[in-house]
């Protein structure tokens, strides 16, 4: 796809120059409700691989192990030292994770699907807070054949009943022990790569809506947040903590739930 025209122009006394040439864009990122279908299923089916199949390629199998890349990914978030959180470094560092992601996505399509992705995607969910309000969880997001349902119940163990990722697995570091990947903050009591106050034993993803025996009555941020923190502070500091605190933060909890409380 030709994006634009670069022009070059040179001014000197003696002489003008314009030089043209033809920037290609192969590779774009759009919101996800906007890609053709057929686009759409592919990055799906190349999630798969990453996520219920296991696929390898960023880490040296003779080097790590059986790591696949989306445990690697989960090992990445939850590391401290990797420093993805908590500072202005969380508005680079953490988009650079999905650069990695989407590097990941590709191999997975072309290598194991021989499927050559022509976009990837992001999640622009503000327009859940802007249109759904406290019926979020029925967004096309959360289809069967999309990310699958995030409002679960107790009598299926908080999990997924239905859904092409029903039956993923929480992930496990499989490689060796070593100083870069031993860091406090990144496995539960039980080993699982999840955040620490996280008790949970079960092997297969959970999540819920419910806290605690109590229906969340929050939405997802609408962009006004975005536009209040944008608007509001005047230096990188500040906005990204408003940012982080009011716009990305409570997607972690309100896609988790808490269950098996002292009350309810
Ligand atoms: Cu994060």
């Known amino acids: 796809m030709v994006k634009s025209v670069l022009d070059t122009a040179t001014d000197t006394m003696e002489q003008s120059t314009t030089t043209s040439s033809s920037i290609v864009s192969k590779f774009v990122r759009r919101e996800i409700r906007d890609l053709f279908k057929k686009d759409r299923e592919a990055i799906f089916n190349a999630m798969e691989q990453q996520y219920l199949e296991g696929f390898q390629s960023i880490l040296d199998k003779d080097a790590y192990g059986n790591v696949s890349d989306a445990t690697l990914f989960a090992l990445l978030h939850n590391k401290v030292g990797t420093c993805y959180h908590d500072g202005p470094q969380f508005l680079t560092a953490h988009p650079a994770m999905q650069v990695l992601f989407e590097q990941s996505l590709r191999k997975a399509s072309a290598l194991t699907l021989s499927t050559d992705l022509s976009s990837s995607f992001y999640w622009d969910f503000t327009i859940e807070g802007d249109t759904l309000g406290t019926?979020?969880?029925?967004?096309?997001?959360?289809?069967?054949?999309?990310?699958?349902?995030?409002?679960?119940?107790?009598?299926?163990?908080?999990?997924?009943?239905?859904?092409?990722?029903?039956?993923?697995?929480?992930?496990?570091?499989?490689?060796?022990?070593?100083?870069?990947?031993?860091?406090?903050?990144?496995?539960?009591?039980?080993?699982?790569?999840?955040?620490?106050?996280?008790?949970?034993?079960?092997?297969?993803?959970?999540?819920?809506?419910?806290?605690?025996?109590?229906?969340?009555?929050?939405?997802?941020?609408?962009?006004?947040?975005?536009?209040?923190?944008?608007?509001?502070?005047?230096?990188?500091?500040?906005?990204?903590?408003?940012?982080?605190?009011?716009?990305?933060?409570?997607?972690?909890?309100?896609?988790?739930?808490?269950?098996?409380?002292?009350?309810?």
């Open 135 to 264: 019926e979020w969880h029925k967004s096309v997001i959360y289809r069967d054949s999309w990310f699958g349902p995030v409002k679960t119940l107790k009598e299926d163990n908080w999990h997924m009943a239905s859904g092409r990722f029903k039956d993923a697995p929480m992930k496990r570091w499989k490689g060796d022990a070593a100083p870069w990947n031993l860091d406090r903050a990144m496995f539960s009591s039980y080993g699982i790569l999840s955040d620490p106050c996280v008790p949970g034993t079960s092997e297969v993803l959970q999540r819920s809506t419910n806290f605690c025996g109590i229906e969340n009555p929050q939405a997802l941020p609408p962009m006004e947040n975005v536009v209040h923190c944008m608007s509001t502070y005047m230096n990188l500091i500040d906005i990204e903590a408003c940012l982080e605190t009011t716009v990305h933060a409570n997607l972690h909890s309100l896609h988790g739930g808490a269950w098996d409380c002292a009350f309810g």
